[in-house]
């Protein structure tokens, strides 16, 4: 039996050990995926404990992918330039390596599932927090022609892409979003609750040819997404296929199995249970 999980706070909510369990099982692997609740300060006393029950890997969520990233002995790539680690793999000599699925996710979602293009494309990221910060190293590869980012707080936006240092990119303030873009990233935290949510943008940032993207997933259609079809949007999307593409890749790190996602993205949406 393979001891895998999530760690994070809040972890309740998370859809992970179902999907985890469904790869294992199509793979003919004996899982246990565990949610894992951190209480506050203890991170590494968690990890410590996990591992002590002979875990083969985990997944780190919301507010530990920094905590992960400094913890970890060795880092991917992808988790070096993002500073944010979302899976743990344990290497045969035990050795704690980090890795960041969420950018790599993201992207095959964007590109595979839903074909959308990023290279050569404007694109306007909205928000500047972790979320952003671990997507923005794998977009930035796909060599989009230019990536606004616009946030709330000005401040952090000029600060993200001041430690990221692409000629592509830019913090833009509302005055800036003058033009339409191909493609829309939602990374705000916000909206998951309507009464939250107000955008401030122009309408105009999206047109018939925009393709918007929220990297929330929620049973309903999120508030952002809602905003991007009244104005017009061409195609939308959640963050669904980005979490399984993401659980997919974490999946590969540990077992070396290529999963297919398809099956699990079109069941989920379906709100059909993953356990048959
Ligand atoms: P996460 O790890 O989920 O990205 P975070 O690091 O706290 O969480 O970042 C949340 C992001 O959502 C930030 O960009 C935040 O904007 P601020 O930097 O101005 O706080 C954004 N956000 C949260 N609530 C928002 C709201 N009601 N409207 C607009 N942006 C919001």
Same mark, same amino acid.
């Given at each position: 039996?393979n001891?895998l999980?999530?760690l994070?706070?809040p972890?309740?909510?998370?859809?992970?050990?179902? *999907?985890?369990?469904? #790869?294992?099982?199509?793979?003919n692997?004996?899982?246990n995926?565990e949610?894992?609740?951190?209480?506050?300060?203890? #991170?590494?006393?968690?990890?410590?404990?996990f591992?002590?029950?002979?875990?083969?890997? @985990?997944? &780190?969520?919301?507010? +530990?992918?920094? =905590?992960? @990233?400094?913890l970890?002995?060795?880092?991917?790539?992808?988790?070096?330039?993002?500073?944010?680690? %979302?899976? *743990?793999?344990?290497l045969?000599?035990?050795?704690?390596k980090? +890795?960041?699925?969420?950018?790599?996710?993201?992207?095959?979602?964007l590109? %595979?599932?839903?074909?959308?293009? &990023?290279?050569?494309?404007?694109?306007? *990221?909205l928000?500047?927090?972790?979320?952003? /910060?671990g997507?923005?190293?794998?977009?930035?590869?796909?060599r989009?022609?230019s990536?606004?980012?616009?946030?709330?707080?000005?401040a952090?936006?000029?600060?993200?892409v001041g430690? @990221?240092?692409?000629d592509?990119?830019?913090?833009?303030?509302?005055?800036?979003?003058?033009? +339409?873009?191909?493609?829309? &990233?939602?990374?705000t935290?916000?909206?998951?609750?309507?009464?939250? @949510?107000?955008l401030? &943008?122009?309408?105009?940032v999206?047109?018939?040819?925009?393709c918007?993207y =929220?990297?929330?997933?929620?049973?309903?259609?999120?508030? #952002?997404? /809602?905003?991007?079809?009244?104005?017009?949007?061409?195609?939308?999307s =959640?963050?669904?296929g980005?979490?399984?593409?993401?659980a997919?890749?974490? #999946?590969?790190i540990?077992?070396?199995? =290529?999963?297919?996602?398809?099956?699990? *993205?079109?069941?989920?949406?379906?709100?059909?249970?993953?356990?048959?």
């Amino acid at each position: 039996m393979n001891l895998l999980g999530v760690l994070g706070n809040p972890v309740s909510h998370s859809r992970s050990p179902e *999907i985890h369990h469904y #790869f294992a099982r199509v793979a003919n692997l004996d899982i246990n995926y565990e949610k894992v609740l951190v209480a506050d300060g203890k #991170f590494k006393a968690t990890v410590e404990h996990f591992l002590s029950r002979g875990a083969a890997g @985990f997944n &780190i969520t919301v507010p +530990h992918k920094f =905590d992960a @990233f400094q913890l970890a002995g060795e880092l991917s790539e992808a988790a070096a330039l993002s500073q944010a680690v %979302n899976t *743990i793999q344990i290497l045969p000599d035990g050795l704690i390596k980090g +890795h960041n699925t969420d950018g790599p996710g993201l992207i095959a979602d964007l590109k %595979n599932n839903l074909q959308w293009d &990023i290279c050569q494309q404007r694109v306007l *990221i909205l928000g500047a927090g972790g979320a952003v /910060q671990g997507i923005l190293p794998s977009l930035l590869l796909e060599r989009p022609a230019s990536v606004d980012i616009y946030n709330r707080t000005m401040a952090k936006a000029q600060q993200m892409v001041g430690r @990221f240092n692409d000629d592509c990119l830019t913090a833009s303030a509302l005055e800036d979003l003058d033009q +339409h873009y191909d493609l829309v &990233i939602s990374g705000t935290s916000a909206g998951l609750a309507s009464d939250n @949510f107000s955008l401030d &943008i122009p309408t105009s940032v999206v047109g018939v040819n925009s393709c918007c993207y =929220d990297m929330i997933y929620a049973a309903q259609q999120t508030p #952002f997404l /809602q905003w991007c079809e009244q104005n017009s949007a061409a195609q939308l999307s =959640d963050g669904l296929g980005m979490l399984v593409e993401q659980a997919a890749l974490a #999946f590969e790190i540990w077992f070396g199995v =290529d999963t297919a996602t398809e099956l699990v *993205i079109t069941k989920m949406r379906a709100g059909k249970s993953l356990r048959q």
